[in-house]
């Protein structure tokens, strides 16, 4: 068709912006990045240094990028106990489901880490089977008001982890879980254990008696350098927006530098297009 | 394994530029379709397991990169953002473009979803009726049959311009 081809051409003059390049090879080396983690936390699993010296050594035969990346990997002695314990991908016509489960090992408590990695699994197993009669119910819907199944995409769920602190007595990790079918949802499971005595932590263990007060006047204050620019946005107060944390059990995590940071899910304190929101409480 | 990661990471860095102009096609914000390409490499890279042969790398990226365009849509549509404005600024000597061609391209944003979808690999991708079917994971009688829907609204948008 000819006007395609008139519109071709302005297709093909699309301006394609400097930074594209940069942000290419970002993505992918970030992914290389976390493929190393990720191979950490297996090693770990490895009992011998002779069996973590065999794999240490095929890896860096089969991935020429390790080598370079090496020294960004944590020491061996500060790794957390988290570990990917099963990692699976499931496709049918109703769902798309990846996970990669993680699970606590070595902490010289049995009877911890099985409450954790059951606690763990039954969620996320949950989670999985509540979206598939989401999805279901979705398809239903689709064919009951006149449509074909062509219209019907299988919703995709993805449940992953991210290990942010870990030292021989606290390891502080998230379970994130994306859904999409008509739009897209993620949901955040935060873990926080002193494994010196398997109890997780709430923020009163971690700031003390003053916790509220500590958290409440450092977001404010945060919340208010951000608006100073005007791409950020938070609901007021009367909207909904931040007026403090209800208590200590506030979703919350800690980071590398050992701070606590609170996080907020999309929606909660400011508009969708902010996203999750997450504040950093420096001590 | 490692091979086909390879070859994915090699056809991401060669083909960069058309992922962009895609993604841009679909959402015409310059951030975001940065976003898309972005969002689709670690989804891809994140999912490499799933591809088998790499023979597919193509579709099966394009597969991802539509889906997340798609879904950059939906997500933005409420905010009526999808409104085509700034071209001039977005396509590189905009004075020299006949004015008839921007309409022709700009019509293209008003087929559905699954339509432009389909011209977009088709004429502006220059794919195979084959490879849009895998991409759009559909069959390719469909992929005929909504290319030939396209082309007709196309026409008409078109010529009810010209009255």
Same mark, same amino acid.
């Given at each position: 068709?000819?006007?395609?081809?008139?519109?071709?051409?302005?297709?093909?003059?699309?301006?394609?912006?400097?930074?594209?390049?940069? @942000?290419?090879?970002?993505?992918?080396?970030? %992914?290389?990045?976390?493929?190393?983690?990720?191979?950490?936390?297996?090693?770990?699993?490895?009992?011998?240094?002779?069996?973590?010296?065999?794999?240490?050594? @095929?890896?860096?035969?089969?991935?020429?990028?390790?080598?370079?990346?090496?020294?960004?990997?944590?020491?061996?002695?500060?790794?957390?106990?988290?570990?990917?314990?099963?990692?699976? %991908?499931?496709?049918?016509?109703?769902?798309?489901?990846?996970?990669?489960?993680?699970?606590?090992?070595?902490?010289?408590?049995?009877?911890?880490?099985?409450?954790?990695?059951?606690?763990?699994?039954?969620?996320?197993?949950?989670?999985?089977?509540?979206?598939?009669?989401?999805?279901?119910?979705?398809?239903?819907?689709?064919? %009951?008001?006149?449509?074909?199944?062509?219209?019907?995409?299988?919703?995709?769920?993805? =449940?992953?982890?991210?290990?942010?602190?870990?030292?021989?007595?606290?390891?502080?990790?998230?379970?994130?879980?994306?859904?999409?079918?008509?739009?897209?949802?993620?949901?955040?499971?935060?873990?926080?254990?002193?494994?010196?005595?398997?109890?997780?932590?709430?923020?009163?263990?971690?700031?003390?008696?003053?916790?509220?007060?500590? @958290?409440?006047?450092?977001?404010?204050?945060?919340?208010?350098?951000?608006?100073?620019?005007?791409?950020?946005?938070?609901?007021?107060?009367?909207?909904?927006?931040?007026?403090?944390?209800?208590?200590?059990?506030?979703?919350?995590?800690?980071?590398?530098?050992?701070?606590?940071?609170? =996080?907020?899910?999309?929606?909660?304190?400011?508009?969708?297009?902010?996203?999750?929101?997450?504040?950093?409480? %420096?001590? | 394994?490692?091979?086909?990661?390879?070859?994915?990471?090699?056809? $991401?860095?060669?083909?960069?530029?058309?992922?962009?102009?895609?993604?841009?096609?679909?959402?015409?914000?310059?951030?975001?379709?940065?976003?898309?390409?972005?969002?689709?490499?670690? !989804?891809?890279?994140?999912?490499?397991?799933?591809?088998? &042969?790499?023979? &597919?790398?193509?579709?099966?990226? &394009?597969?991802?990169?539509?889906?997340?365009?798609?879904?950059?849509?939906? !997500?933005?549509?409420?905010?009526?953002?999808?409104?085509?404005?700034?071209?001039?600024?977005?396509?590189?000597?905009?004075?020299? $473009?006949?004015?008839?061609?921007?309409?022709?391209?700009?019509?293209?944003?008003?087929?559905?979803?699954?339509?432009?979808?389909?011209?977009?690999?088709?004429?502006?991708?220059?794919? !195979?009726?084959?490879?849009?079917?895998?991409?759009?994971?559909?069959?390719?009688?469909?992929?005929?049959?909504?290319? &030939?829907?396209? $082309?007709?609204?196309?026409?008409?948008?078109?010529?009810?311009?010209?009255?």
């Amino acid at each position: 068709m000819e006007e395609l081809k008139k519109a071709k051409m302005v297709y093909d003059s699309i301006n394609v912006p400097n930074e594209l390049n940069y @942000v290419v090879h970002r993505s992918i080396a970030k %992914q290389k990045k976390n493929k190393n983690r990720i191979f950490y936390y297996f090693k770990i699993l490895a009992t011998t240094t002779v069996a973590s010296f065999v794999l240490f050594v @095929v890896t860096v035969n089969s991935n020429s990028t390790f080598a370079s990346s090496i020294s960004e990997v944590p020491i061996i002695g500060d790794i957390a106990r988290i570990f990917t314990i099963k990692e699976y %991908q499931e496709e049918d016509e109703l769902k798309l489901v990846n996970v990669k489960m993680p699970a606590l090992e070595n902490t010289g408590n049995t009877e911890l880490e099985n409450r954790i990695n059951y606690e763990i699994l039954t969620k996320i197993n949950e989670k999985i089977e509540e979206a598939e009669k989401r999805a279901e119910e979705y398809r239903d819907a689709v064919i %009951q008001t006149g449509g074909s199944l062509e219209d019907f995409h299988p919703i995709n769920i993805e =449940v992953n982890y991210e290990v942010k602190y870990s030292t021989n007595e606290i390891v502080s990790f998230v379970i994130n879980k994306f859904e999409t079918l008509a739009s897209a949802y993620n949901e955040q499971d935060f873990y926080n254990i002193d494994i010196t005595n398997g109890k997780e932590l709430n923020l009163r263990d971690v700031l003390g008696p003053d916790y509220k007060q500590i @958290v409440d006047s450092s977001i404010k204050k945060q919340i208010e350098e951000r608006e100073k620019n005007s791409d950020n946005t938070y609901f007021d107060v009367s909207d909904g927006g931040f007026d403090g944390i209800e208590d200590e059990y506030q979703n919350f995590y800690i980071n590398e530098s050992g701070n606590v940071v609170i =996080v907020f899910q999309k929606y909660e304190i400011a508009p969708g297009y902010m996203g999750i929101q997450e504040f950093e409480i %420096q001590q | 394994m490692q091979d086909v990661r390879c070859v994915l990471i090699e056809y $991401i860095k060669e083909n960069q530029e058309k992922m962009y102009k895609t993604a841009f096609t679909y959402v015409h914000d310059r951030d975001e379709a940065l976003d898309i390409v972005q969002e689709s490499i670690a !989804k891809a890279l994140q999912n490499i397991n799933k591809l088998k &042969y790499e023979e &597919y790398v193509k579709t099966w990226f &394009y597969r991802i990169l539509i889906n997340e365009s798609l879904q950059h849509i939906k !997500k933005n549509k409420r905010n009526n953002l999808y409104e085509i404005e700034n071209l001039e600024n977005e396509i590189a000597d905009y004075s020299e $473009i006949p004015i008839e061609n921007i309409e022709i391209y700009k019509c293209i944003n008003r087929l559905n979803e699954k339509i432009r979808t389909v011209i977009i690999l088709r004429f502006f991708e220059d794919m !195979k009726i084959e490879e849009i079917a895998y991409s759009t994971r559909t069959n390719e009688n469909t992929v005929k049959s909504r290319l &030939y829907k396209g $082309i007709q609204e196309l026409k008409k948008m078109i010529e009810g311009g010209k009255n």
